[in-house]
Antibody, heavy 118, light 109 residues
């Protein structure tokens, strides 16, 4: 069955960096686009970034563009989110989600919590 | 800054019907926005319900349906069950970015 498992979250000081990982299994990872979505405590969902199955398309929310980088390693069945220059407002649970095509999401991971605090 | 607006909260009786809507600050929502709908219960990850306006996933209960209504995307819950109490979010596609709606908390009472 399809499984997505996020890791790499934790507590980090403002201005520092963190890399999240999403391990995929149960499907042919290299043929699916993938998204990152986040949710601040007690708030709604916020779309963060998307990458096409082959990495040729990458798009970002305005709030993270220039600071976050989405990438993938299809040989390892992994999606990544490199987060630089972190701010307190980046504090959230970060989810990875699979897409059948770029705009059609189906499976979600359970999320990993990132807390940006001094 | 594009804003996607949903009703903050709705209450429905068990067995009843309720319709949630998803409006874009840019204007009329069409099928070109490929509306998705998601359900989220407290402490859980979101679960996908509807994609590209009205298509259901294999796990989506038949009582959930998606449509376009009055210039908005809509999610209708029919024959509502107690387990449908949750928050519901829409997602719209804007070419190279995506925006989630503000969310609707559905209470079954």
């Amino acid at each position: 069955q399809v499984q997505l498992v996020e890791s790499g979250g934790g507590v980090v000081q403002p201005g520092r960096s963190l890399r999240l990982s999403c391990a995929a299994s149960g499907f042919t990872f290299s043929t699916y686009p993938m998204h990152w979505v986040r949710q601040a405590p007690g708030k709604g969902l916020e779309w963060v970034a998307v990458m096409s199955f082959d990495g040729t398309i990458k798009n970002y929310a305005d709030s993270v563009r220039g600071r976050f980088t989405i990438s993938r390693d299809n040989s390892k069945n992994r999606l990544y989110l490199q987060m630089n220059s972190l701010r307190p407002e980046d504090t959230a649970v970060y989810y990875c989600a699979r897409a059948r095509v770029l705009y059609y999401l189906d499976y979600w991971g359970q999320g990993t919590l990132v807390t940006v605090s001094s | 800054q594009t804003v996607v607006t949903q009703e903050p909260s709705l209450t429905v009786s068990p067995g009843g019907t309720v319709t949630l809507t998803c409006a874009s600050s840019t204007g009329t929502v069409t099928s070109d926005y490929y509306p998705n709908w998601f359900q989220q219960k407290p402490g859980q990850a979101p679960r996908s319900l509807i994609y590209t306006t009205s298509n259901k996933h294999s796990w989506t209960p038949a009582r959930f349906s998606g449509s376009l209504l009055g210039g908005k995307a809509a999610l209708t819950l029919s024959r509502v069950q107690p387990e449908d109490e949750a928050e519901y979010f829409c997602l719209l596609y804007y070419g190279d970015t995506y925006v989630f709606g503000t969310g609707t908390k559905v209470t079954v009472l």
